[in-house]
């Protein structure tokens, strides 16, 4: 069964740094991963789509890397603003499978 | 393109009663639709998977006569919480899968009083 784990739980920085959310999970038999934003009460927000074939992906000041052999991924925020701060989900789907299988989330926030 | 709606966005319920909820894509078709529901500070968790004209599949755990869904054409599929009790009360969540990809709707706020 597939797990997907995030670290940190929840980080604070400063406006303007640079930052890095991983995600991990156990099967690396991915079909592709998915980086979403969901702000408080609200729904998901697509971020990066990475296929299983794929390295990484870029959209503006994020990038997306995947490490399928160690079932590893980073999401990488350039010069952080303040609304960036939501939580961040990553999800992956497995091959003959179209199910998501959600991590547990990070909740970020920049600090003004 | 590929927009994902839900209706209501919210709503309160005594205990008791049923509540149906709507996922309609907007703009494409979608055989497959996803139903989660997401408790305060937690990930989204899968209740069951809705094909269009068929029976869903529900998840380990998931009281399919509790939460029942009907997936009656291309673009709506129905979530009716069953007899709601205050433990039903969650943020519900669904979404179309079109080319290898979900589309989430904006989700569903339910509190049973």
Redesign the interface.
């Known amino acids: 069964k597939q797990e997907v784990t995030q670290i940190p739980a929840a980080l604070s920085v400063p406006e303007g740094e640079n930052l890095v959310l991983n995600c991990s999970f156990t099967d690396s038999a991915i ?2 991963l ?1 980086w ?1 934003r969901q702000d408080p ?4 927000t ?1 971020l990066l ?1 990475i ?1 299983s074939s794929q390295r990484e992906q870029t959209s503006g000041r994020l990038n997306a890397s995947l490490d399928k052999s160690s079932g590893r991924s980073t999401l990488y925020i350039a010069a952080s603003q303040p609304g960036d701060s939501a939580t961040y ?1 990553c999800a992956v ?1 497995n091959f003959g499978n ?8 990070t ?1 970020l926030t920049i600090i003004p | 393109g590929a927009v994902v709606s839900q209706h209501p966005s919210w709503v309160i319920c005594k205990s008791g009663t049923s509540v149906k909820i709507e996922c309609r894509s907007l703009d494409f078709q979608a055989t497959t639709m996803f139903w989660y529901r997401q408790f305060p500070k937690q990930s989204l968790m899968l209740m069951a998977t809705s094909n269009e004209g068929s029976k869903a599949t529900y998840e380990q755990g998931v009281e399919k006569d509790k939460f029942l869904i009907n997936h009656a054409s291309l673009t709506l599929s129905t979530l009716t919480v069953t007899s709601a009790h205050p433990e039903d009360s969650s943020f519900y969540i669904c979404s179309a899968y079109r080319v290898d990809e979900q589309y989430f709707g904006p989700g569903t706020r339910l509190t049973v009083t």
Do not use: D, W
């Open positions: 079909y592709n998915q979403f009460g609200k729904g998901l697509s789509l296929q989900l789907t179209e199910k998501l299988t959600f991590g547990t989330g909740r």
